[in-house]
């Protein structure tokens, strides 16, 4: 079984949507994480979650809205999103925070924007 | 502020051949940790090695080897006896601290690829 699970592969929505991105991690952890991938961009950190807690949103606009239910499960809520939003969102997991241990990816939604 | 610059875009070459990719870091901590990840076209950033800063011993695992030399600021990658396999995209990343809330800063990331 995979580490770090994110389901769907593949979105398409329109700007009216909503919907959500779900990510789960099999490995024990206790950080989570949203990253953003646009094309031509280095990866952009959204948003950490350390033992259910978030400690880190990255200036990212409201229509995004994480969710972790336990260290296992991440979820981004998706409403009225925009063109520019259109990228590949990767979860990922680590030890925790503070240790600087690798993080493990998924492979990501890649979310298209109509 | 923590920046990883890998200028090199993209890299093509022929299979068997051997590649270097380059990183170079900005940091003013003295405790930091560089990693690699690979992204092949699935999309998953897989983890290749973890290097923290006080170990400047240069690593081998297989064909892959990494050279880290804090002089310049450098932790490039070399791949020996390329293979088809190794097409991908290659991510250099830094994190800054320890005990502290690390934050993983990534460069904008090497397109190999590998052809016949």
């Known amino acids: 079984e995979t580490g770090v699970t994110q389901t769907p592969r593949h979105l398409v929505m329109g700007m009216t949507n909503k919907k959500s991105l779900k990510c789960e991690q099999h490995?024990?952890?206790?950080?989570m994480y949203w990253y953003k991938q646009s094309a031509k961009k280095p990866l952009e950190l959204m948003f950490v979650y350390n033992f259910k807690e978030q400690t880190e949103n990255n200036s990212v606009p409201s229509r995004f809205s994480p969710e972790c239910p336990n260290s296992s499960h991440l979820f981004l809520h998706l409403h009225t999103l925009q063109p520019e939003d259109s990228a590949l969102y990767l979860c990922?997991?680590?030890?925790?925070?503070?240790?600087?241990?690798?993080?493990?990816f998924g492979d990501g939604t890649r979310l298209s924007i109509l | 502020a923590q920046k990883v610059t890998q200028a090199q875009t993209e890299i093509s070459v022929v299979e068997k051949e051997d590649v270097t990719l380059d990183c170079v870091y900005e940091t003013r901590d003295t405790t930091y940790y560089l990693f690699w990840y690979k992204q092949p076209p699935s999309g998953e950033l897989v983890f290749l090695i973890r290097r923290n800063s006080f170990d400047e011993q240069n690593e081998i695992s297989g064909r892959y080897s990494w050279n880290f030399q804090k002089s310049t600021s450098s932790f490039n990658f070399t791949i020996t006896a390329s293979q088809v396999v190794d097409s991908a995209v290659y991510f250099c990343a830094l994190s800054e601290g320890y005990g502290t809330a690390s934050k993983l800063t990534f460069g904008t990331g090497t397109r190999l690829q590998v052809t016949l």
């Open positions: 990922a997991s680590s030890q925790d925070r503070f240790s600087n241990q690798p993080q493990h």
């Open positions: 490995l024990g952890h206790n950080a």
